[in-house]
């Protein structure tokens, strides 16, 4: 990726479905592509990858082992039917985990495979690492633009990236995109690499 401006932005949102925050995140995003002329390209990323080899409190653990599932089954269905599955996906995956509350992951999977009209034994790759190569490529081009002492999720503009906008509730209307527009003139400061306040509130779904 590079960074050359472009008369369209493109950007490129990197998630784990796993993460309140990346869906709070997407959520924006999703207003930003009704009122800005953009080009969004949604890319998987990976906290079980990103932290597997960290010490770990027992039930972060427990949640990083459970997440590897749907990442792999979003790039087994990416590899098999195209990037176009990748945001239905990710939808349908993440309003019954963040909104909905669940947390039954292969349930989860099985039921956001039959939405998307994908096919069932995709959810097969759940619990192997047939895909990982190619998961672990697709994070690691996200975590190359802003290294690995952050999480998801990744937003790129132009080929500029950064951890975050971390917000909650996620803008909406014309708020969303002024939002958006601050971040893009961020990304074209070269200099420019953070800006951050503790969080007082959690993910508003």
């Known amino acids: 990726m590079t960074?050359?401006?472009?008369?369209?932005?493109?950007?490129d949102f990197w998630f784990d479905p796993a993460c309140p925050w990346a869906w709070m995140t997407s959520r924006w995003m999703d207003e930003v592509s009704a009122i800005r002329d953009v080009d969004v390209r949604w890319h998987v990323m990976s906290l079980s990858v990103?932290?597997?080899?960290?010490?770990?409190?027992?039930t972060y653990r427990e949640l990083m082992d459970d997440s590897w599932g749907a990442v792999r089954v979003i790039i087994a269905a990416a590899r098999d039917h195209g990037d176009a599955v990748i945001k239905p996906l990710y939808d349908a995956m993440g309003t019954r985990r963040h909104p909905g509350g669940r947390r039954d992951t292969e349930a989860i999977i099985t039921e956001s495979l039959a939405e998307v009209g994908l096919p069932a034994e995709l959810a097969d790759v759940a619990g192997t690492e047939d895909v990982d190569a190619l998961l672990r490529e697709?994070?690691?081009?996200?975590?190359?633009?802003?290294?690995?002492?952050?999480g998801t999720p990744v937003v790129a503009i132009?080929?500029?990236?950064?951890f975050g906008p971390v917000i909650t509730p996620a803008p909406t209307g014309e708020a969303a995109g002024r939002l958006f527009d601050g971040l893009?003139?961020?990304?074209?400061?070269?200099?420019?690499?953070?800006?951050?306040?503790?969080?007082?509130?959690?993910p508003a779904f």
């Open 50 to 58: 990103l932290n597997e080899k960290r010490e770990l409190p027992d």
């Open 3 to 11: 960074s050359t401006p472009t008369a369209r932005p493109v950007v």
């Open 184 to 202: 893009a003139l961020m990304t074209s400061v070269p200099g420019f690499y953070e800006l951050k306040r503790s969080r007082t509130a959690g």
């Open 138 to 150: 697709s994070h690691g081009e996200g975590i190359t633009l802003v290294g690995d002492d952050v």
């Open 158 to 162: 132009d080929g500029v990236g950064f």
